[in-house]
């Protein structure tokens, strides 16, 4: 890597490389005590198998892992350690794990055991399936109880869990490859991961109807196993190998559309510092400034006038951002931030309204929290805020919205968040989210049709945390999942992440797409003696400008021979058609594009690692 890991990550910290494990034909990679990325003759058959113990708010721990042996010949590998989570309370869990694996079969055992009791959300095995080319396809669910059922992978997203009582599920790898996952120790369920932006199904170990946390009793081990066993019928024809280390391609696509227009989110806590940086903000020119609003957290009338002083030197439109307590009726809740809008002289051009008590995620088998009807709700924002549009949906993410579906028949849009980093936080996981993207803008429009759509603010940190009762601290700027600073959205990784976001999220004909702050945790803008490059400015300062400067342009797909590792599109506007590109891997990418038309003599692109270019086309 020639660039600093801190000017791509944001951090020193750097995870050590996985180990690639072989078997034949059957390879998987090492990666902290867990598998990622198993394929069977160059092609993934599972995104990962994993070991994992939640906490209380749905936490990952970080297990220290001792004792590694590792052993590879040609045609088998075997892997041994101890992995050890301390708890609250100096609470322990040792868990010892065997993984094996040969040409046609791949086996992970682990036993946890506690001497003090142990308290988790889970504890046990997660396999994760990818979505690309698995969405919509058969698959057969054996059950706990002997039953074989055919059945199909959502193609459009499920709110709940499509498979339960699992004990084992069969798919195609490819034509003739057939793939059974088998699970032992407990019963498993699966949910459909792409509901948190995750590029998954997830079949995992206790099923939610079940309480928790739970208490792993002390001295009484807990064993569990998960095979993968493949059975391949082609005979002497074999899978082309995937070439590897050739230019990755760009070729014209069919589909067109409109730049969707930008946002930015402010809240009562940084604005001021956006009001210090009021020419920052008319160099980025959004617009739209979304304006967050609790009136549980404290924000009032001052809140409120902050905003209008913004709004003041701010040439585009503005939303303001309601968690609506509805701790007495929404009508006079609702009016009483009208009230308080009219003192601070404060009128926005839109109202985006929810539930306070909606950011928080009901999952299966839990009760529903009181919560008036939102038809109520949106009835009685109409009233409070005559002629301003008025939107709904969820302040926290798409998971919400499926499982809690608004009606819109009041509605002048929906919204609602993502975040890439609820379930896994490594470089490659958060990534990989941008894959899931399509999914969700594809489910929200069978659910909505064509009504107005809007998304964000999605950062790569997390706001607020819908699965427990705290986002996580991460003071030592490490890779933490659920965490409300993140160092990669300091860095080039999140300017990719962001260009990324933007170019998945293209054909859903979004209305406004936010994905920063100005200043603070979320911004664009650094914190005092944060290292950043000229300007005080973060490397996603420069995505964040672009796009709202290609706001109202139009735009032509383009299709990657690779999109897990580059994506691009065509923006023309009155200066002209270019070719934005993006790399998303931390390697350096050569890129053909020369099926685009680009203006100068050279078909191929070196990009750097994390790096975007943006390429004027031939007339």
């Known amino acids: ?55 209380r708010d749905w936490g990952t721990y970080s297990p220290e892992i001792a004792d590694l042996k590792i052993k590879q010949s040609d045609d088998r590998f075997e892997v041994a350690y101890r992995a050890r989570c301390e708890g609250p309370d100096d609470t322990r869990l040792v868990i010892d794990v065997r993984i094996s694996g040969s040409a046609d079969r791949l086996d992970f055992e682990a036993e946890a055991i506690t001497e003090t009791g142990f308290e988790t ?19 057969t669910v054996e059950h706990v109880d002997g039953r074989i059922v055919a059945t199909r992978f959502p193609d459009v997203i499920v709110p709940w869990q499509p498979f339960k009582d699992m004990r084992a599920i069969t798919h195609a790898v490819m034509p003739g490859v057939q793939a059974e996952c088998r699970m032992e120790g407990d019963t498993f369920e699966m949910e459909d991961q792409r ?25 009484r081990p807990v064993r569990q196993k998960t095979s993968l066993v493949i059975r391949d019928a082609r005979g002497s024809t074999r899978h082309p190998p995937v070439m590897s280390g050739g230019a990755i391609k760009l070729e014209l696509g069919a589909r067109t559309g409109t730049m969707p227009e930008i946002g930015v989110i402010i809240t009562p806590q940084e604005a001021d510092a956006t009001l210090s940086a009021k020419s920052v903000l008319t160099e980025i020119a959004p617009q739209e400034l979304l304006f967050h609003f609790d009136p549980g957290a404290g924000h009032g009338v001052e809140a409120l006038r902050r905003f209008t002083a913004i709004a003041t030197v701010h040439r585009g439109r503005s939303t303001l951002e309601i968690a609506l307590p509805c701790k007495s009726s929404p009508s006079s809740e609702a009016a009483e931030i009208a009230r308080q809008m009219q003192l601070a002289g404060f009128r926005p051009d839109a109202i985006m309204i929810s539930p306070s008590v909606d950011r928080q995620s009901t999952p299966p088998g839990s009760t529903w929290p009181e919560c008036p009807p939102l038809d109520e709700v949106y009835t009685a924002a109409r009233a409070a805020f005559p002629g301003i549009r008025i939107g709904g949906g969820m302040l926290s993410y798409f998971t919400e919205l499926n499982r809690k579906r608004v009606p819109d028949g009041q509605l002048d849009f929906v919204s609602h968040c993502t975040n890439p980093i609820v379930h896994a936080a490594d470089d490659l996981s958060v990534m990989q989210t941008l894959e899931a993207l399509p999914f969700i803008t594809r489910s929200v429009r069978a659910i909505y049709g064509d009504k107005p759509y ?43 992440f962001a260009l990324g976001y933007a170019i998945r999220v293209l054909g859903a004909d979004l209305e406004c797409l936010t994905l920063s702050a100005l200043s603070g945790p979320f911004g664009l803008i650094a914190g005092p003696g944060e290292p950043t490059e000229p300007g005080g400015r973060r490397p996603l300062f420069n995505t964040v400008r672009a796009l709202s ?9 383009c299709v990657s021979s690779s999109p897990s590792e580059v994506l691009s599109f065509i923006a023309r506007d009155a200066a002209g058609a270019r070719l934005h590109v993006v790399n998303l891997t931390g390697e350096e990418r050569k890129v053909d594009c020369g099926a685009c038309r680009p203006a100068d003599s050279g078909k191929e692109l070196l990009l750097a690692p994390f790096a975007t270019a943006a390429l004027p086309l031939a007339d």
């Open 454 to 496: 809007r998304i964000g603010p999605s950062t790569i940190p997390m706001r607020q945390n819908p699965y427990g009762s705290r986002t996580m601290d991460n003071p030592s700027g490490a890779r933490i999942p659920m965490a409300d600073r993140d160092p990669r959205h300091y860095a080039r990784f999140g300017e990719a």
């Open 195 to 219: 509901n948190w932006s995750d590029a998954s199904y997830k079949t995992y170990v206790r099923p939610l109807a079940l309480p928790w946390p739970y208490e792993i009793a002390a001295n």
């Open 121 to 139: 959300n889970r504890c046990g095995f997660c396999i994760l399936h990818p979505i690309v080319g698995v969405a919509g396809s058969p698959a």
């Open 549 to 557: 400067r290609l706001a109202g342009a139009s735009w032509q797909a």
């Open 1 to 55: 890597m020639t660039v600093d890991a801190f000017q791509l990550y944001g951090t020193r910290l750097v995870d050590p490389p996985p180990v690639r494990l072989r078997a034949g034909k059957l390879e998987a990679d090492l990666a902290n005590g867990n598998l990622r990325t198993i394929r069977y003759d160059g092609t993934e058959v599972l995104r990962a198998i994993s070991y994992l113990v939640r906490d």
